[in-house]
């Protein structure tokens, strides 16, 4: 409002000098600023569309920092309006003036925002290769499971054949119960379910959400995925799908944890409009109602660690083709994630 009454004051002075005539100026006046105005409003809206995708609101020293400058900036404007006459001559140092420092405040902003770009692109990199080096230890550790397993493997076919050899069917019996069974029901437990996870061709989140079920299966939580269909690319950026499945994935992770009984399950269902993620898990009777769940800074871990899932709706509602539907069914909390294809 004050650039545009600033501009119309400009174009309205410039014109007096050729008409004085309030039936030419006033009209004149009025579709200026309201044209003005609008142009304003646009542009602002274009810019704060583009300054959420680019997730500079995110970096809370960049906010700080550009807040204080345009403080500063308007601050300085008004205590210098307010001590200059508003007649045409004193109009032109002051415009020349507030168009150099426009441009000049605009040059360290681009400048500032495309360094914490940068910066930002460079962290999310380090966590990206922080998760599949994660992922890469934890495939190894399964390996050298899976080596012992051939190992011990080996020796119960051995200590068998020597029951059976001997025909010591009440030696082999008692060894089968002792030994045997103990082991089918630990790998029952420990069993992964991946049905599908070759079918899933995102690199970018299929490392993150390995890394999320070889993390339950440590904690003995059971958990499954199931992607029936062939899912090569997703309609969101990689920043916000990474971030949604991680947030939802470590809530049903946490939340297993508090009950007897925890069961998680994950799938990815590929339609011809759309890519839906589904997460549902065994949850508490007294789980709270769904809207407070969303509300920041909500937690039942305590003060300050609920920011997941009010991040989570926020994600959802700055996507225009995304959209989350959350229920509480039969004592499963479930998530379900719609990203439309356009």
């Known amino acids: 409002m004050y650039l545009s009454n600033f501009a119309t004051v400009g174009l309205f002075l410039t014109l007096r000098k050729y008409t004085t005539d309030p039936a030419i100026l006033l009209p004149l006046y009025i579709l200026s600023f309201s044209s003005v105005s609008l142009l304003a409003t646009y542009l602002v ?10 997730y500079l609101s995110l970096n809370k020293t960049y906010m700080i920092i550009i807040s204080f400058v345009l403080f500063a900036t308007f ?26 420092l426009i441009i000049f405040i605009s040059v360290v902003i681009l400048i500032m925002s495309l360094f914490t770009l ?29 080596r012992k397993f051939r190992h011990d493997y080996v020796n119960i076919l051995t200590t068998l054949s020597e029951y059976i050899r001997e025909d010591d069917m009440i030696g082999l019996r008692d060894y089968f119960n002792k ?11 420990n069993a992964i379910k ?30 499954s995925i199931e992607i ?3 899912v090569s690319s997703i309609n969101l950026n990689m ?22 009984d925890p069961i998680i399950r994950v799938a990815f ?46 994600i959802a509602d700055n996507a225009d083709n995304v959209l989350l539907d959350t229920i509480i069914e039969n004592g499963f909390f479930i998530q379900k994630v719609e990203i439309i294809n356009n």
């Open 45 to 54: 809206r274009i810019s704060l569309k583009k300054f959420k995708k680019s």
């Open 75 to 100: 601050a300085f404007f008004y205590i210098y309006s307010t001590n200059t006459s508003s007649n045409g001559d004193s109009l032109i140092p002051y415009a020349l003036v507030f168009i150099g």
């Open 118 to 146: 940068k910066e930002m692109k460079y962290k999310r990199n380090q966590e990206e290769i922080e998760t599949y080096y994660e992922y890469t230890l934890k495939i190894e550790a399964i390996n050298n499971e899976m």
């Open 179 to 189: 030994n045997i069974v103990p082991m089918k029901d630990n790998l029952q437990m």
């Open 194 to 223: 991946l049905n599908g996870i070759e079918n899933l061709k995102v690199r970018e989140i299929k490392g993150l959400i390995t890394a999320k079920i070889l993390r339950a299966q440590e904690m003995n939580i059971p958990i």
């Open 228 to 230: 029936p269909d062939e």
């Open 239 to 260: 920043i916000d799908l990474s971030r949604s499945i991680g947030i939802i994935l470590d809530n049903a992770i946490e939340a297993s944890t508090e009950i007897d």
């Open 269 to 314: 269902i590929e339609s011809e409009n759309s890519v839906t993620f589904i997460v549902m898990n065994k949850c508490a009777d007294d789980i709270p109602r769904i809207h407070e769940l969303f509300q920041e800074s909500f937690s039942t871990k305590g003060e300050g660690r609920g920011l997941g899932l009010s991040t989570l709706k926020e």
